[in-house]
């Protein structure tokens, strides 16, 4: 287990107004784990990534995280800087881990290459369009060497054909290098194809509806054939349920 | 494009200096007044020629060149630094504002009693001069960092000292560089005043000097290279800004 959440309720409060997210809500992500959250808007899935980011400290409940636990995060705006270029940008994480080499200049460039935008390492943030900006954002965030990376909505921006292609690569590149992630997602096809566990929100402030198990090998994890199996209706039928208000569990 | 404009932006100054000349051969009265624009360039030509006004040029640039880089990059500095705590920005917050609103006339004849009438008392005021705007901007600057970039970099695990000098500062920089521009005029008032209250050289004592024996041509060829003076250190700025490449990065 590398990260436990136990009995977490957040409220916001603004001007005399309480607004409850979610209460008691309780999780466990054991290590090299990948997980999505889904649910609809305001539900509190990027209030729960905060939290466990410790960006938010303002909630009643504990969270337990095993010691020395490295985070990367990507937040839902790109926050590319823009006096850096998008190599420059793409090693901000590593930099700050005192760890720019050679291996992760070239680690780099790989990844450039993968996401298909190693004609822009040179380009100012300014020049580059909101999908490539979020491709910096992503290689920004997987190439430190952090045991968590944190991902709300990675792919917002990007196309479709990239998208496809892109979540098999990170899935390998994921298990390859045993990383502990968490997706926050509106897609539930992207949750499916990329995680072992889907956990469903309901709407504020009802908190987790149901966890959907992707019980599938990583050799049968390719995006096209995934999508065109009945496991994967399957799956969707389950997280689509939750969404229409079936199989609450309350 | 360039050329029009240049001609555009200088035909103002063209039709006052013809109507300056005009009202001036008017009559003598206007002309022991008001100068004109041609005993203006003579006296110009003659005095920077004599040595008088290189001078007292150089004197000047020298105060306000050596008291406006010392003046900003203390404040700067003190500025940026008071990034790192909360409290102490809190507890200066009002001295700043209350040693801003002083006015640098009421403090300029205690500076020559401190420092003397030499020309360390003359950088002394160009520093007091500017150093508060230094101070506020930067800090300004340093808390207009966009609160999520901050987030970021502590999602990394960043220090205050790798935030520091990875965002905070160049992200001030648009701030710190306005703050030299404002500076420019402050750093000459600064440095003018001292030079008017105490000085036996540069280009205020002449202004005094000059003005007393109704020398107008000679003033007004002196504050003719004041402004020069500014457009320099405009000039310099903006050469510095361009190599930072500073604008076309904020864009």
Redesign the interface.
């Known amino acids: 287990m590398i990260i436990k959440l136990s009995n977490i309720t957040k409220t916001y409060n603004h001007s005399e107004i309480k607004t409850k997210v979610f209460s008691s809500l309780n999780l466990s992500i054991e290590e090299n784990e990948i997980i999505s959250f889904v649910g609809p808007n305001g539900c509190g899935k990027s209030t729960l990534l905060n939290i466990i980011?410790n960006?938010d400290n303002n909630y009643d409940g504990s969270l337990e995280k095993s010691s020395e636990i490295?985070?990367?995060?990507m937040?839902q705006?790109d926050?590319l800087?823009?006096?850096r270029n998008a190599l420059n940008n793409a090693l901000?994480?590593v930099?700050?881990?005192n760890n720019v080499s050679k291996l992760t200049k070239e680690m780099a460039d790989k990844l450039f290459v993968k996401f298909m935008i190693d004609s822009k390492v040179q380009s100012?943030p300014?020049s580059l369009s909101g999908g490539e900006k979020k491709k910096v954002a992503l290689i920004r965030t997987i190439l430190?060497s952090?045991d968590l990376i944190?991902l709300d909505e990675p792919f917002s921006a990007i196309d479709f054909q990239s998208k496809i292609m892109l979540y098999d690569y990170l899935y390998g590149y994921f298990k390859k290098k045993r990383k502990t992630v968490i997706i926050v997602t509106h897609d539930i096809e992207e949750a499916i194809n990329l995680s072992n566990r889907v956990i469903v929100f309901n709407p504020r402030p009802e908190g987790i509806c149901k966890i959907v198990n992707i019980d599938i090998s990583d050799n049968d994890r390719n995006s096209v054939k995934f999508r065109n199996s009945p496991d994967f209706s399957n799956y969707f039928t389950q997280v689509w349920d939750c969404f229409n208000g079936i199989n609450r569990i309350k | 494009m360039k050329i029009k404009n240049t001609i555009l932006t200088l035909f103002p100054l063209a039709i006052f200096l013809v109507l300056w000349e005009f009202y001036s051969s008017l009559d003598d009265k206007n002309m022991f007044l008001f100068a004109s624009p041609s005993r203006v360039f003579n006296s110009l030509v003659e005095n920077i020629f004599s040595g008088l006004l290189i001078k007292d040029f150089y004197i000047t640039a020298y105060e306000i060149i050596s008291g406006f880089v010392i003046g900003n990059i203390v404040g700067c500095l003190l500025g940026l630094s008071l990034w790192f705590s909360k409290t102490i920005a809190e507890i200066s917050r009002p001295y700043v504002i209350a040693l801003g609103s002083i006015p640098i006339f009421a403090i300029a004849p205690m500076m020559i009693i401190w420092f003397g009438t030499g020309i360390f008392s003359k950088i002394m005021m160009v520093i007091l001069s500017t150093i508060l705007i230094a101070i506020t901007q930067s800090y300004e600057g340093a808390k207009n960092v966009n609160v999520e970039q901050v987030n970021l970099l502590k999602s990394f695990g960043a220090s205050n000292n790798q935030i520091f000098t990875k965002l905070i500062l160049p992200s001030s920089l648009l701030w710190v560089f306005n703050s030299l521009r404002l500076n420019i005029s402050f750093a000459i008032l600064g440095a003018f005043i001292a030079e008017f209250i105490s000085a036996n050289e540069g280009l205020g004592y002449r202004i005094l000097k000059s003005s007393g024996l109704y020398d107008i041509p000679l003033v007004i060829a002196s504050i003719i290279l004041l402004i020069f003076l500014a457009f320099l250190l405009n000039g310099m700025i903006g050469l510095i800004e361009k190599k930072l490449n500073i604008i076309e990065i904020y864009r």
């Open positions: 980011a960006i490295k985070t990367s995060y937040f705006k926050l800087i823009p006096w901000l994480g930099e700050i881990e100012f300014s430190p952090s944190l």
